[in-house]
């Protein structure tokens, strides 16, 4: 660990000699998910990144998954093609230690056997913003966020009048999507619609190198909604939510090479949100009341035996948050949430039900003694029905010396509760189990050097005590599980017209003994580099270009991924596009037995109407 410390600051100092007599720059992003109230990213002390929908679209890319797995320490692991089940880790901590929000809608799943999101089907159609915050953010998030948080916001009006976007994809495997959005704001009142869809035949989900042949196809139909109205006290109101449909057929955990009827799973989603953001005296306040529920109808078969199951998950949140101004430089937020979560299973494998039920109570103070320097402490309580009071914690600071400098850094904890599913799954449930629990410590240095260029170096640890294991049944394992690491990132203006965004994570970690032999909590790997490059070949024709390097994975090969993508503008307000994933025709898997895509070509029109 010592040589890649020193590697970074090295490569640091190497990268800002160069470009030092450049012009100083503002950062004055927003952004939302920092703290308990919006800040400017340069006044956070955590570390995150931030993606736009003008990110999503230069990439080209469908589903989210496969733009963040380019992201300073993100990794993911598939189970095939689009809609089979896919996660991530974050700087080394799988998906039941992340916290996934989709417009302020916690939609990790409670019926699963950890709870989690699945990112498989989640497509880029009506994001706007991706918003991924790395280290223990159990302060202000609670259980399951020991790895970081993913907040994903989709469209919004932010423009007087109405807009409306079309786009259509078709492309290998018989795959078509399309999509529909439109925006208004009127005076006080905006609102948003998308609706999406996609149909593909797939490939096997099961890598066909292993001899499996049969594709598994997927289908999907998305519905996303926001309504809002400022009030004119400065408040607003704003309901909103999602509604999906899919189908996807997928191959068990252990597939057979002699080909079997496809599995498939039927899944219903819908999220809801009604918030009121009410300036009341001294004391500005937020009420926001959340519902998520996803119904799962699983069909496998081991070739001889077909058994047909049904998963139920449901969560109610109940939250509200205060601000008080204490001076011109604190202020100090406050608040109560309760959630009540819910998991039903029924068919071949048993029944089994399930259900707990949180409080929290949660304080924030923040405090900005100078224009250059913001310290922010949160403290949170939550009190776990089953396993009784939790008090996590974070401390955050960011000074900026200079214009061009940012030097950041955060120490947190945070616990993950264990899931219904861990508690109570008929056969592998055991109610006796005790929660995880976390530190983290984040420190991080950033120069920039005018309006495009920067340099980031971020040093990361984590540990996590009482993992839970899955010998049969689930069980507390002894000892410390270690995650520690460096980022680095650079992005660069290599002339008016070319971007070049690179960054490279190293990772290392450390099990306690298990009992169950769960590699899996391993299995990131130790060296991932990334790279973008992108500009305007013509005044029309634009190109992207990445690339993604992954090396030390215990169990699984290094691969090297590249696609690309060109632009076309036929007016100024459409696009066609082409899109060229693994355009090296890599064989390789992220997740072992599972396959991933061969060489594909896509292309697409959108178009603003």
Known sequence: MTRQILWATTALVAFASPLAAQQAFELDEIIVSGNLDATTLERIGVTASVVTREDLEDSGEDRVIDYIARLPGVDIRARGPVGTTSSITVRGAGQNYVRVLIDGIDVSDTSG???AYDFGSLRTADVDRIEILRGGQGALYGSESIGGVVNIITRRATEEGMT????????????????????????????????????????????????????????????????GHALANGGRLEFNGFYELSRGEYDEQFPIEDGTPDEATRNTALGLR??????????????TATYYGINRETEGTDGVFTAFNTYEGRRVGLAYLGRLDLSDASELRFGADLTLETYAQSGDYGPGSGETETVGL???????????????????????????????????????????????????SAFRAPSLYELYAPGSGNSDLDAETSQSIDLGIERRFGDDNYVRATLFHNATDNLIDFPYPYENVPGTVTRQGVELELGVALSELWR??????????????????????????????????SGDVTDRLSATATLQHVMGRPTLADYTLVNASLGYD???????????????????????????????????LRADL
């Open 362 to 412: 949660f304080g924030e103070f923040e405090f900005a003694p100078t224009e250059d320097f913001d310290v922010v402490a949160t403290l949170r309580v939550d009190n776990h029905s089953q396993f009784g009071s939790f008090t996590t914690g974070r401390l955050a600071a960011s000074w900026r010396p200079t214009a061009d400098y940012v030097i950041r850094g955060s120490i947190a």
């Open 113 to 115: 056997p950890q709870i």
């Open 274 to 287: 009604a918030f009121a953001a009410l300036p009341t005296g001294a004391v500005d306040s937020e009420f």
């Open 570 to 604: 036929l007016t100024d307000r459409s696009e066609i596009y082409l899109r060229i994933d693994n355009l090296l025709n890599e064989e390789y898997q992220t997740r072992a037995g599972y396959g991933t895509s061969d060489r594909a070509f896509y292309v697409g």
């Open 500 to 533: 070049l965004d690179a960054n490279y994570t190293y990772t290392e970690g450390e099990n306690p003994p298990l009992t169950g032999g769960n590699a899996w909590n391993l299995e990131f790997p130790t060296h991932d580099i990334s790279a973008t490059l």
């Open 164 to 227: 409306q976007t079309a786009a259509l994809e078709l492309g290998s495997y018989s795959t078509l999507s399309a999509s529909y959005g439109i925006t208004v704001k009127e005076g006080e009142l905006d609102y948003a619609l998308t609706l999406s869809s996609i149909r593909t035949a797939g490939f096997s989900a099961a890598d066909e190198n292993d001899g499996n042949t049969e594709a598994d196809g997927y289908r999907a139909d998305r519905l996303s909604f926001a309504v």
